[in-house]
């Protein structure tokens, strides 16, 4: 994996729809099976016990992927992984390739994304000089 596949498209996507690594664990457990469909306690155990997801988090996560249209949603709150384009589904493809080749810059990215939002959120915040 090249640092190309790291486009700024596919950043955007990850600013967008993944806002934590164990959220993209959870995306990637729920993209491994996409005819299963998932209950937050069920998804949150299956990354147990390497990542410890509480099940309201779990929750709160598919909320963002279901408002990012990757997730179907039954009227119960199970998901299904369900990317409403080919494009999601293929940023969703080098999330997956990401992790398994080079997780460690992936977790980099993940994190510098959610540090410039706060950055931003602060600067909206600077008095500016006249």
């Given at each position: 994996?090249?640092?190309?596949?790291?486009?700024?498209?596919?950043?955007?996507?990850?600013?967008?729809?993944?806002?934590?690594?164990?959220?993209?664990?959870?995306?990637?457990?729920?993209?491994?099976?996409?005819?299963?469909?998932?209950?937050?306690?069920?998804?949150?155990?299956?990354?147990?016990?390497?990542?410890?997801?509480?099940?309201?988090?779990?929750?709160?996560?598919?909320?963002?992927?279901?408002?990012?249209?990757?997730?179907?949603?039954?009227?119960?709150?199970?998901?299904?992984?369900?990317?409403?384009?080919?494009?999601?589904?293929?940023?969703?493809?080098?999330?997956?390739?990401?992790?398994?080749?080079?997780?460690?810059?992936?977790?980099?990215?993940?994190?510098?994304?959610?540090?410039?939002?706060?950055?931003?959120?602060?600067?909206?915040f600077k008095l500016r000089r006249r």
């Amino acid at each position: 994996m090249e640092d190309a596949a790291f486009s700024d498209e596919f950043c955007r996507f990850l600013r967008a729809a993944v806002p934590s690594v164990d959220a993209a664990e959870l995306l990637l457990v729920v993209q491994r099976e996409p005819d299963r469909w998932w209950s937050a306690a069920d998804a949150a155990a299956t990354l147990r016990p390497a990542t410890a997801l509480a099940e309201g988090d779990a929750a709160r996560y598919f909320a963002v992927f279901h408002a990012a249209g990757l997730l179907a949603l039954a009227p119960d709150r199970r998901v299904q992984y369900k990317p409403g384009s080919e494009a999601l589904a293929a940023h969703v493809g080098t999330l997956e390739q990401a992790y398994r080749e080079r997780p460690v810059t992936l977790i980099r990215v993940i994190y510098a994304l959610r540090d410039s939002r706060i950055q931003s959120f602060a600067d909206a915040f600077k008095l500016r000089r006249r």
